[in-house]
């Protein structure tokens, strides 16, 4: 009887668990909609800013190069590393942060790798494990994610502006997940300053910066100060593209880690019950057994 019961606590448990990771998967279903309308809107924007800003650099001389193409000798390195508040999102997290310290490990020298590279972490996940792991985090803006508005993130990317302009960080790095579609996300370091026209690496290991375009434009009123314009926007509009990015990858995630957890509910909840049934069919032929024998031995 004892073993009926403890099935029957189990089989309650898995259905709870059911309902509670089915519901999950549809509030981020339903999320990863608005998100995914959200950055499928923004890409074609920022590609063909980030188009203009290949011409310019790709027509650029070296005495008119702005401030933000420079190229500095990398004695302090900055990286962004983006991750998610909560967790439930499979492989999500743990990926980036692998990434990101291969990045850190690998990538840099070992001079580097001690003192001069700091890190910006936008997500608890992300926060805790670097702090907890006592590299250099300066700042985490794990509050972004609680509304996820341009208005929010441009002062941020001013001020990652600022910190190179100033001259505090000679290289800038993104570190996130780019999303294809719900169940495929891409991890990617992505180079945010200085603006160096390149092309693109296809190993997601390497940054990624701007590919270098032939072209003949008429500048009007002047090159200088559409780059003056230009840059600020663009590396605002990156940026924002990026925590999309994250944040539509987190919820594509969530949503196919939830599918398969409530399908293993399912196919667990359908195992329990079997077992349940056998053992109260041999409870059931037990007893009736026992009533056999006691009338056997009363006529006997």
């Not at 700091?118 to 926060?127: A, E, V, Y």
Request: hydrophobic fraction near 40%; proline fraction near 3%; charge should be positive.
């Amino acid at each position: 009887m004892s073993g009926l019961k403890e099935v029957r606590i189990r089989i309650a448990s898995v259905k709870s668990t059911e309902q509670i990771t089915s519901a999950m998967k549809m509030v981020a279903a339903s999320k990863l909609r608005r998100a995914q309308n959200a950055i499928l809107k923004l890409r074609p924007y920022a590609a063909k800013l980030r188009e203009i800003m290949q011409h310019l650099s790709s027509s650029a001389d070296d005495s008119d190069e702005s401030k933000f193409t420079e190229v500095r000798k990398e004695n302090r390195i900055l990286l962004i590393i983006i991750t998610s508040n909560r967790g439930l999102c499979g492989a999500f997290n743990s990926n980036i942060i692998k990434l990101a310290v291969d990045r850190i490990h690998h990538a840099f020298d070992a001079q580097n790798r001690n003192h001069n590279v700091d890190l910006i972490t936008i997500g608890r996940k992300g926060t805790e494990y670097f702090r907890k792991r006592k590299y250099n985090v300066i700042e985490s803006w794990d509050g972004i994610f609680d509304a996820l508005t341009f208005e929010v993130v441009a002062p941020k990317a001013s001020l990652l502006m600022k910190l190179f302009t100033d001259k505090k960080y000679d290289r800038i790095e993104l570190i996130y997940n780019q999303f294809k579609n719900a169940a495929v996300q891409r991890q990617l370091v992505e180079q945010y300053l200085p603006l160096v026209p390149e092309t693109p690496h296809e190993n997601p290991k390497k940054p990624v910066g701007l590919k270098k375009v032939e072209a003949d434009y008429i500048f009007e009123p002047d090159k200088e100060t559409i780059l003056h314009e230009l840059i600020p926007k663009s590396l605002r509009i990156q940026l924002f593209k990026a925590l999309l990015d994250s944040y539509a990858s987190e919820m594509g995630a969530r949503m196919t880690a939830m599918h398969q957890a409530t399908e293993n509910a399912r196919q667990l909840l359908k195992d329990l019950k079997i077992s349940y049934n056998k053992a109260r069919q041999n409870q059931i032929t037990r007893e009736i057994i026992e009533i056999v024998s006691g009338a056997e031995a009363l006529n006997g």
